[in-house]
């Protein structure tokens, strides 16, 4: 095994691997896309210079990967469908999570109507942009206005985030 | 780019809704090489990570990816190497295996089949002979035999339960309840009987036939077959209330929903009885979306919506405002 494709496999594997998930929204089917990517490049790898080419084939492989993988409607359906029943968190983890679901719902309903609405649709429906517009009747640009706005307003409601956490932990120390 | 020492908010915006062109996605990548970046990203990413309960991304253990890459292009290799001495010693092998599956078949419709029958009383899942699955709701009941025969898959069943069923064409699974038959050849689906009044089928996934002694309906994924016991007549609706089979699939999503119906989802899915104060506003929309969470984080999350709190003990709930103490 060539030790510069290792190298490259290392650098870019979670990186690809996040890109795949923010598009098909399933932590196993990413990973497949992502393996199946590097696959491909594997065998063009006398074709293709992976210093200078590498990259860019792989995150277009990964993306018309994981756009086929959204299209077929068989893998949405057993998306809906699949029962992941382990769910194991420390405590530190499940408060600090539970700490912040509770804040960010209240945050996310205090955002401007079409700026929620917007919100919402990308992160509780997984719709993409393109799909959003439509839905609203609005310019993708607008609905890009929209989500950078939504993601400002959180990040500015949250810039306290490391105190809230904090405070969350000393909290459950004391009731211990 | 001339400015590389700040996160593009619109680009990340733009990468988190899964809407970024490869183009964009690698200079963004590329942008967190630097630490400050890096830092105002994950911050980023943690608050769209709990913004709600499912859609997360998990972290990837390179090392077990690079393994099972090497492990594949190495099964390739082998692949073209097939010569033409492999190809007979694997005809042969066919013929060998489909005798064998042969005589078994003969054989196991020969055999008796001996019936396992299940009672619930508390939520459970229940794996069947062909590795379907049946998420049972507390006082149902179930039978099947201990082997599928070869022409079908027959289920008798009573009460409610969300069925997965593992695919084959050639094989369909068919639940009986009373009168009805159920009828499919892959999908996930929840059953829920009310004695003498009706039987209700609810479709997650795929397609599922209802017969009564004269009628059939088919039920498509997100619509609801009903069959009326008074009327024997079967009736389809082009819904179906995911929320209602949660006790099976952990999953609750709510859209504007209001407090009070929110909670007697709860009450239905984890078998407690919760009684609101009339200090809280009931009615308030709670929009969020739960995965394989507990009723207390629930709780917690869309008490707190409402500004109100919980107090829990043993199956009751009392849910009151956080100012009437």
């Keep these: 095994m060539e030790q510069s494709f290792k190298d490259f496999f290392y650098q870019y594997f979670d990186k690809l691997h996040a890109y795949a998930h923010t598009i098909v929204l399933d932590n196993a089917e990413a990973k497949d896309i992502v393996q199946h ?3 491909k490049l594997w065998e063009r790898r006398s074709a293709i210079n992976l210093q200078n080419d590498g990259a860019r084939y792989i995150y277009r492989a990964v993306y018309n990967l994981s756009l086929n993988a959204v299209r ?20 530190r983890h499940y408060v600090e999570e539970k700490e912040l679901a509770a804040r960010l719902t209240s945050g996310i309903e205090n955002l401007p109507e079409k700026c929620r ?8 429906d997984g719709l993409k942009y393109a799909e959003i517009a439509n839905a609203m009747g609005i310019s993708i640009k607008t609905v890009e206005v929209h989500m950078t706005k939504a993601l400002k307003m959180l990040k500015e409601q949250f810039s306290d985030l490391a105190i809230i956490l904090f405070a969350a932990l000393i909290s459950i120390i004391n009731k211990i | 780019m001339s400015n590389k020492k700040e996160l593009s ?43 709600a309960g499912n859609n ?11 393994q099972e890459f090497s492990a594949k292009i190495k099964m390739k290799k082998g692949k073209t190497g097939l010569k033409a001495y492999y190809k007979y010693m694997l005809a042969a092998c066919v013929v060998g295996i489909i005798l064998t599956v042969a005589i078994l078949y003969k054989f196991s419709n020969q055999q008796v089949e001996k019936q396992q029958q299940y009672t619930s009383t508390t939520i459970s899942t229940r794996r069947l002979p062909d590795s379907s699955t049946a998420v049972m709701n ?6 099947f035999p201990e082997r599928f025969n070869a022409v079908t898959r027959e289920v008798a069943f009573e009460g409610e339960g969300f069925f997965d069923v593992t695919p084959d064409k050639h094989k369909p699974f068919e639940i009986t309840v009373d009168d009805i038959k159920i009828k499919v050849v892959g999908t996930s689906f929840n059953v829920r009987q009310i004695k003498q009044q009706l039987i209700e089928v609810q479709v997650v996934t795929g397609i599922v036939e209802m017969h009564s002694a004269d009628k059939m309906i088919s039920i498509s994924k997100g619509q609801r077959g009903i069959y009326d016991y008074s009327g024997k007549s079967l009736g389809l609706e082009n819904n179906t209330d995911i929320n209602s089979f949660s006790y099976a699939t952990k999953q609750f999503i709510f859209n504007d929903t209001p407090f009070r119906t929110a909670c007697k989802y709860l009450e239905k899915a984890f078998h407690v009885n919760i009684k609101i104060d009339d200090s809280v506003s009931s009615e308030s929309g709670i929009t969020s979306s739960f995965k394989n969470k507990s009723l207390e984080y629930i709780l917690d999350v869309i008490c707190s919506t409402v500004n109100a709190e919980y107090i829990k003990h043993n199956d009751i709930i009392i849910i009151k405002n956080n100012n009437s103490k």
């Design chain 1, 37 to 39: 990517a590097f696959i």
């Design chain 1, 72 to 91: 077929n409607k068989a893998t949405r359906d057993k998306h809906n469908a699949s029962l992941t029943a382990s769910n194991v968190y420390s405590i």
């Design chain 1, 117 to 124: 609405e917007v919100f919402k649709k990308s992160r509780y």
């Design chain 2, 9 to 51: 908010i619109s680009l990340t915006a733009k990468y988190f809704s899964g809407s970024a062109t490869p183009d964009e996605v690698m200079e963004l990548h590329e942008s967190l090489n630097d630490p400050e970046v890096k830092a105002e990203f994950d911050k980023m990413s943690k608050l769209w990570q709990a913004s």
């Design chain 2, 56 to 66: 997360i991304h998990n972290d990837i253990n390179t090392d077990e990816a690079w």
């Design chain 2, 138 to 143: 507390v006082n149902s009941n179930i039978s």
